[in-house]
T-cell receptor, first 110, second 118 residues
């Protein structure tokens, strides 16, 4: 099956800083989503982005499917951005479930 | 609230007991997924339904696990003879899949059901 890697595994930022999270995947994908898991465990949708670039406020994401990676940018980070960020991919031709990466744990300090 | 809802949110049980979790998806969604997440890990796929049909099951879903979606709306996940290794967060998600294009659609997750087996 497909392998999904995320980097860095942990990230500590001062409030106001910018960051880039990366998701690499080992094979072609049909779809890709970014999620934020808050401290209570809920997975919040950030982007549904099989290719191209999208922006939502301080967050933006870019997926380059041909090179098998996606990036999540967080600008002017806030303490409420803390939590774990997951990317999940749906592999082309291998059923239709999403495979999750191991996540990036982000801590934003005041 | 029109999101995905799960019940119960927390369940503590003794080893060997049976437990059942319920998931109510977003009403117009035709696809429903179950995932399991243990501490420090990403969610792992268990199974999914297209309407009432269970189309895929992970090898993680042992014989003690059974899932149903009898009328293509809500779903239940039952674990029989629970073991301590079953302790985890059980996550339900739904999506609106486009059957013709074979696209699963964007996943929306519930808040999860946390199981602790003593």
């Amino acid at each position: 099956g497909i392998q999904v890697e995320q980097s860095p595994p942990d990230l500590i930022l001062q409030e106001g800083a910018n960051s880039t999270l990366r998701c690499n995947f080992s094979d072609s994908v049909n779809n890709l989503q970014w999620f934020h898991q808050n401290p209570w465990g809920q997975l919040i949708n950030l982007f549904y982005i099989p290719s191209g670039t999208k922006q939502n406020g301080r967050l933006s994401a870019t997926t380059v499917a041909t090179e098998r990676y996606s990036l999540l940018y967080i600008s002017s980070s806030q303490t409420t951005d803390s939590g774990v960020y997951f990317c999940a991919v749906e592999q082309f031709g291998y059923g239709q479930n999403f495979v999750f990466g191991p996540g990036t744990r982000l801590s934003v300090l005041p | 609230d029109t999101g995905v809802s799960q019940d119960p949110r927390h369940k503590i049980t003794k080893r060997g007991q049976n437990v059942t979790f319920r998931c109510d998806p977003i009403s117009e969604h035709n696809r429903l997924y179950w995932y399991r997440q243990t501490l420090g890990q990403g969610p792992e796929f268990l199974t999914y339904f297209q309407n009432e049909a269970q189309l895929e099951k992970s090898r993680l879903l042992s014989d003690r696990f059974s899932a149903e979606r009898p009328k293509g709306s809500f779903s239940t996940l039952e674990i029989q003879r629970t073991e301590q290794g079953d302790s985890a967060m059980y996550l339900c998600a739904s999506s609106l899949a486009t059957v013709i294009l074979h696209q699963p659609g964007e996943l929306f997750f519930g808040e999860g059901s946390r199981l602790t087996v003593l």
